[in-house]
Nanobody, 113 residues
Framework: ARLAESGGGSVQPGGSLRLSCATS????????MDWYRQPPGRGREWVARINSRGITNYSDSVRGRFTISTDKTSDTLWLQMNNLKVEDTAVYYC????????WGPGTQVTVSS
């Protein structure tokens, strides 16, 4: 399976971004997927999960602001990020749920005024 994240950028606090994760070799109709992020100088942290039935879970830090979703026709994973905060600054990664290998290059999100 291969993963490629995109959609990152620089925004001001309160702004929005929509990240995408193009997958190859993964069928989102049967797979659960995670979004992770790695803030500057810190380890990778879990952000959100969606399972094959569309059930979602979020970390406390993003719940109510971020929305994870999938397009099963294109096997694409999305992360809609609203009301962004400075502390959301990080490189964002997608992966199969629970897998700690095969990471993509990530996409940089920078939130600053």
């Amino acid at each position: 399976a291969r993963l490629a994240e995109s959609g990152g950028g620089s925004v001001q606090p309160g702004g929005s971004l929509r990240l995408s994760c193009a997958t190859s070799g993964i069928r989102l109709s049967v797979a659960a997927m995670d979004w992770y992020r790695q803030p500057p100088g810190r380890g990778r942290e879990w952000v959100a999960r969606i399972n094959s039935r569309g059930i979602t879970n979020y970390s406390d830090s993003v719940r109510g602001r971020f929305t994870i979703s999938t397009d099963k026709t294109s096997d694409t994973l999305w992360l809609q990020m609203n009301n962004l905060k400075v502390e959301d600054t990080a490189v964002y990664y997608c992966n199969l749920a629970g897998r700690d290998q095969g990471w993509g290059p990530g996409t940089q999100v920078t939130v600053s005024s």
